[in-house]
């Protein structure tokens, strides 16, 4: 990891403290870090932090490990450690410089302040917005007649608001907005057959001749719903397929992708017996 112009000063001041006499941990005092960060400190028997993993940073042939200034001093190079710094929520660490050759060069309490999270990104913030739009559960209706028709009999499928949805998101200096468009129907009939419909679908007009209104979205059942489950009817579904879009006022915009919403309906599909009636005489 690049190390910053003030932490490389800091650990090239500390190569130059090699003369200086150790300093138990229990007995640090209070100081400042060269590279601004505030110094802590730390009294006999009362350490003031919780306990922290120990992480370390290298810089040439010095090497340098923050702990919790309750734990045992640990010394290592930096190959020990995974990371460099102290985790982004910041405390009170002993650190423990070491030379090449093992030697300790530097063994100071610092104060690490938090490091500020960042802010969101025009995509992040999207998502967000996303997590709020208010898109509608899909109402289902069936002409000629709600939730029930009989076999051999075109049934006409319709989804009740087929409109975008949208929602906005804003932090300071920054603003998305999301907008969920509908852009295909998938029905589950419930006897095995799925319907998909470019649209909404279309209610069938009973003020309207048959001969001037016709509907790209139908089912015709085969089979009656009777003995398809405890109350004889098909366990039919809608799901609407929303296309997700974001815009941002940087100038920035994407796609989120689909947004599948779904509603589960009842369907009943009864039969219709023909009676022939003879007209012969022996009638």
């Not at 410089?97 to 302040?113: H, I, Q």
């Not at 470019?198 to 003020?207: Q, V």
Request: hydrophobic share 35%; with cysteine.
């Amino acid at each position: 990891m690049r190390q910053r112009p003030s932490l490389i000063a800091t650990l090239l001041a500390a190569a130059g403290l090699l003369s200086l006499p150790k300093v138990a941990v229990a007995d640090t005092k209070a100081i400042r870090d060269e590279s601004g960060i505030g110094a802590g400190a730390s009294t006999p028997g009362a350490p003031k932090t919780r306990p922290f993993q120990p992480i370390a940073h290298r810089h040439s042939s010095i090497s340098c490990a923050y702990h919790d200034p309750a734990a045992p001093k640990l010394l290592g190079t930096g190959d020990t450690f995974p990371r460099a710094m102290p985790g982004p929520e910041g405390g009170t660490f002993v650190r423990v410089c070491t030379a090449a050759d093992g030697t300790e060069v530097s063994n100071r309490v610092v104060e690490v302040p938090p490091r500020s999270t960042p802010g969101p990104t025009p995509r992040g913030l999207a998502e967000e917005a996303l997590a709020y739009t208010p898109v509608p559960r899909p109402e289902p209706i069936t002409s000629p007649k709600d939730w029930s028709t009989i076999v051999n009999f075109p049934t006409w499928l319709a989804v009740a608001d087929w409109s975008p949805a949208t929602a906005e998101a804003a932090v300071s200096g920054l603003a998305t907005t999301v907008v969920a468009t509908p852009e295909r129907a998938v029905w589950d009939m419930g006897d095995g057959t799925l319907v998909v419909c470019a649209g909404p679908g279309r209610r069938y007009d009973y003020a309207v001749p048959d001969d001037e209104q016709r509907s790209d979205c139908a089912h015709t059942y085969r089979t009656s719903s009777a003995g398809a489950g405890a109350d004889d009817v098909y366990e039919a579904g809608v799901t609407v397929v929303y296309h997700v879009t974001w815009s941002a006022t940087d100038g920035s915009g994407g796609d989120l992708g689909e947004l599948p919403v779904t509603r589960r309906f009842p369907m009943r599909v009864g039969e219709v017996q023909a009676l022939v009636v003879g007209h012969g005489r022996d009638q």
